[in-house]
């Protein structure tokens, strides 16, 4: 019984995580294209079949699909996948041209294509913003107040009074920066900058490497310093503190982000920690029975991959399209068509190679592979 309901809460916890993050994000898209005049078609959450839709006033089929995998906004004459404009756009008169997709100006289609994402970093800052407002802004300078015996800060020499200035050269403004590293830098080499009694010093140390296990069995490896902050404090900032707050916040998950993609391409960090569906599913279903904020938490983190994954330039991605219109204004015209068709086999190669390998990582995550490995052949007899 309580297996069904894990399995309940991972399900219901990833629906009610990705649905309205798909939602917005698309929504995104629909906004945008209405400011500039473009004819909406078809505005899905999911893809494949239809299950229940309505036609609006302007047109535009607002409908449910059967894959809960994603979601889309058609707009008329909308671009094909390779490219090329639907060839009935060629029919249409100039006035109906121009409420196409295909008839506005490049930088038009880049703005409405770029909606999208930035949707979902404005969902975060938005999140974060209501948990500031709440909560206060948090103040902590990245000043150690104290430090753990035997840890890699106490072995490295940090003393308490050290003020953080820099680590392997980014600049320090928060301890809540220092915490953020920290967590995706096991066993890592740093070059710590400090100010200790108004001199400038260095500090090299490897950071200690901790195991954490959430209720879903989870298992994630971080970096610890092994410090505490001399002092935590939080303000009711008026409205331009918190969105400061909000706007630094989300730039430093994206720098965590970017740094856990350095570290893979580097081979600092295995590929076998990059996740699809199902393990945001245990993740969601995990934060569900955490309670209200801790998942609204991880959904601001998953709006904000899902915003920096649809800016990377594959084709099928919001990238590769606004990489083809940031191309098509410096030219003054589209890319050669047979270009375009290439750098499509080439995006579908790459996100089908990747869905597989995350789809792997993800059945590894529940002990799949280990429990196949272990049943000692197909013809074995218990």
């Known amino acids: 019984m309580n297996h069904a309901l894990t399995i309940l809460a991972m399900v219901g916890g990833f629906f009610a995580l ?61 671009l094909g996948p390779a490219g090329e404009a639907d060839p009935a756009w060629l029919s249409l008169p100039p006035e109906e041209q121009a409420k196409t997709m295909h008839g506005r100006p490049a930088w038009q289609r880049f703005l409405i294509v770029a909606a999208g994402p930035f949707t979902n970093f404005l969902v975060a800052i938005v999140i974060y913003s209501g948990f500031f407002a709440a909560y206060g802004v948090p103040h902590t300078a990245p000043v150690v107040g104290s430090v753990i015996a035997g840890s890699s800060a106490d072995k490295g020499g940090l003393k308490p009074g050290d003020r953080i200035l820099s ?15 920290m967590m995706i830098r096991p066993h890592a080499d740093l070059h710590i900058a400090i100010a200790r009694g108004g001199h400038d010093l260095t500090v090299d140390l490897v950071t200690d490497t901790i195991t ?12 610890q310093l092994g410090i505490y902050p001399a002092g935590l404090s939080y303000t009711r900032g008026n409205v331009g503190d918190i969105l400061t707050a909000s706007v630094l916040a989300v730039r430093d998950r994206v720098r965590m982000i970017t740094d856990i993609f350095g570290q893979i391409a580097h081979g600092q960090r ?66 050669p068509a047979k270009a375009q068709q290439w750098a499509f086999k080439s995006g579908v190669a790459v996100l089908l190679g990747f869905m597989m390998f995350v789809t792997a990582n993800d059945l590894g995550s529940l002990g799949l592979w280990r429990k196949l490995s272990g049943m000692g052949g197909w013809g074995q007899v218990d």
Do not use: C
């Open 212 to 223: 954490q296990v959430d209720d879903a069995g989870n298992k994630v490896e971080g970096g």
């Open 167 to 181: 680590i392997d050269g980014r600049s320090i403004g928060t301890f809540d920066e220092i915490e953020l590293m």
């Open 270 to 335: 295995s590929a076998r920690e990059l996740g699809g569906p199902l393990r945001i599913a245990q993740f969601s279903g995990a934060r569900v029975s955490l309670g209200f904020l801790p998942f609204i938490d991880l959904m601001a983190l998953i709006s904000i991959n899902l915003g920096f994954i649809n800016l990377l330039p594959i084709p099928l991605l919001d990238g590769g399209h606004l990489f083809f219109y940031l191309a098509e204004m410096v030219r003054r015209r589209p890319l």
């Open 18 to 78: 990705i649905a309205p993050l798909v939602f917005l994000h698309e929504l995104g898209h629909y906004v945008v294209g209405r400011l500039f005049g473009v004819k909406v078609d078809a505005f899905s959450i999911g893809m494949g079949r239809e299950l229940f839709g309505w036609n609006d006033r302007h047109g535009t089929r607002w409908k449910v699909s059967a894959l809960p995998i994603g979601g889309f906004v058609k707009f008329a004459g909308d």
